[in-house]
């Protein structure tokens, strides 16, 4: 190859990146991001901001509940929502995403669980399927433990108690924060009594509790899942290269169960324990930077690693 080709080549792939870059709306400039108060959610959020901000993108993340989140996606307030559950939000999905008033980007995260789980002691003793629950109704003392209200899996359970399915028809569903519900589990966990709540994975509660999750709610919350990227109509249109980072964002379990155990064991801050883990894992920024500038139009993966 000459030297004139290899000059026409380079000028090629600057003339392209600036093109991307020159395709960004205006409104690109800061990227809206939702969080429902999810710790998987706030480490991945917390991955993009680093990215986005090292891009010399502004991030302004925002804590809604999930319906509202999903109002937000289809009335363009929120760009992007790294926290699809499937199949737990397949309601959600059927009318925001089906009906392409939403879109849907990426899958970042497979092989998820979430369905009610309990301590293992509660397995042992018997309770193992949504089907056991009800014989041991007097000791759970009619609840389950749900996540914040109008949470798809809060749904679920509600449906679930509505048709009386496995005789769970005088259940309560107690609905409260994740924190909330978590210290319930530490409180019962300590006092070895009964409880079923919701639990998932990625989660460091898998970690730091000795659980098992429940068989027979396949129907409502799938058996393994996956977590999508979404965002709001003509995004990817109107923000290529915003688009573009968070279409190449993909995590895994243990990358994410890492990030939340260092937020819980040593407290820190989602911020801070993605940006160790990253500092910590710098290949991963090749494929999530491919074909990513920085705002300016520079070379994006040299931004992001200057300001690591």
Known sequence: MTKFSTHIIAMAVSLSAVAAHAADDASCSTVKLADPGWSDIASTNAIARLLLEGLGYDVKIDSLAVPIIYGGLKDGKVDAFLGNWMPA????????VATGDVQRLSRNLQGTQFTLAVPDY???GGVKDFADLQKHAKQFGQ???GIGSGAPANLSLKEIIDADTFGLGKWKLVESSEQAMLTQVDRAVKNQQYIAFLGWTPHPMNVKLKMKYLTGGE???????EVNTLVRKGYPQACPNAAKLLSNLSFTLDMENTIMAEVVDKKLSFDAAAKAWVKAHPQVLDAWLAGVTSKSGDDGLKAVKAAL
Not at 89 to 96: A, L, M
């Open 89 to 96: 939000q397949q309601g959600f999905h059927d009318k925001f």
């Open 122 to 124: 509660v397995w042992n």
């Open 143 to 145: 609840k389950l433990y």
């Open 219 to 225: 129907q409502w919350f799938g058996d393994e899942g």
